[in-house]
């Protein structure tokens, strides 16, 4: 066996095991490649003590607490334009290890969020599960072209759009500030 057969043989073992993941740098402005220990929680909750059962069962926004009381909003997962909730929510009120990216633009700090596991030593899971929660939510193969490209098939997007606008001020203000373009 040749060194590089090894090596090779060794990097498929690790994958496959599960035992090496790690965030991939996106080329996003100032990332970072973060890796941390912190509890899952829901902010609403954390934030106002409104606290429905189960972080508000996958319809709210998700947080990361760390042990010195730090808040991290995992805004986005490995999928376009979704955010982190569906790939943290089997983890509610649990400790995880989060594995991504922490990113800062003009002042605005986010993570976007790869891996996670449970701690100390769960398997990891990619953060990719929001797609195919959406395609069995929204009754459409896992498969489907309108899966890919689900913000723009996606039936709350279209209302929120339908009755506030593309600016969220409403159909006249679009109209205004399109007349203006």
């Not at 095991?17 to 080329?27: L, Y």
């Not at 596991?117 to 069995?136: H, Q, S, T, Y």
Request: proline letters at 4%; hydrophobic letters at 45%.
């Amino acid at each position: 066996m040749t060194y590089r057969t090894l090596l090779t043989a060794l990097a498929v073992a690790f994958v496959l095991n599960g035992q090496v993941q790690a965030a991939e740098e996106w080329g996003l402005p100032n990332e970072k490649i973060t890796r941390f220990e912190a509890k899952v929680v829901d902010i609403l909750c954390e934030l106002t003590g409104d606290c429905p059962k189960a972080c508000g069962e996958g319809k709210r926004q998700l947080g990361l607490l760390d042990s010195t009381g730090k808040l991290v909003l995992p805004s986005k997962n490995s999928v376009i334009f979704a955010g982190a909730a569906a790939e943290l929510i089997d983890f509610c009120n649990a400790t995880v290890i989060a594995d991504g990216l922490l990113t800062t633009n003009r002042g605005h700090t986010i993570f976007a969020l790869q891996f996670v596991r449970k701690a100390p030593d769960g398997p990891w899971r990619r953060a990719n599960r929001f797609l195919p929660k959406w395609a069995a939510e929204n009754g459409i193969g896992p498969k489907s072209d309108m899966v890919e490209e689900w913000y723009l098939h996606d039936p709350r997007i279209k209302a929120e759009l339908a009755a506030n606008g593309k600016l969220g001020l409403g159909l006249a203000a679009d109209k205004a500030y399109e007349a203006k373009q």
